[in-house]
């Protein structure tokens, strides 16, 4: 079966930086495309990058400039570096792997 699992979220500072992870398992992971959402208390679940197999980049507006997405085939692994964050980054982190799979999700909370 397939498994998402994402890592690395927690407290940081406004203007800090946090790296996540998504691991993943049980799919041909290098022909898949995958996202990172996030989802804040009371508001919908927002896109805030993708990359696919091929390793096209494309991100929100709310996020250029500061976020990049990466992915690693031979590790089955997803990075989100997230850099100058402020506190209306702070969310649920999800891990998408197209078309179907999300991962748990982890806490970023970005508070001084």
């Known amino acids: 079966q397939v498994q998402v699992v994402e890592s690395g979220g927690g407290l940081v500072q406004p203007g800090g930086s946090l790296r996540l992870s998504c691991a993943a398992s049980?799919?041909?992971?290098?022909?898949?495309?995958v996202g990172w959402y996030r989802q804040a208390p009371g508001k919908q679940r927002d896109l805030v990058a993708t990359i696919t197999s091929g390793g096209c980049t494309n991100y929100a507006d709310f996020v250029k400039g500061r976020f990049t997405i990466s992915r690693d085939n031979a590790e089955n692994m997803v990075y989100l570096q997230m850099n100058g964050l402020n506190p209306e980054d702070t969310a649920v982190y999800y891990c998408?792997?197209?078309?179907?799979?999300w991962g748990q999700g982890t806490q970023v909370t970005v508070s001084s």
């Open positions: 049980g799919i041909i992971f290098s022909i898949v495309a």
């Open positions: 998408h792997l197209a078309p179907l799979f």
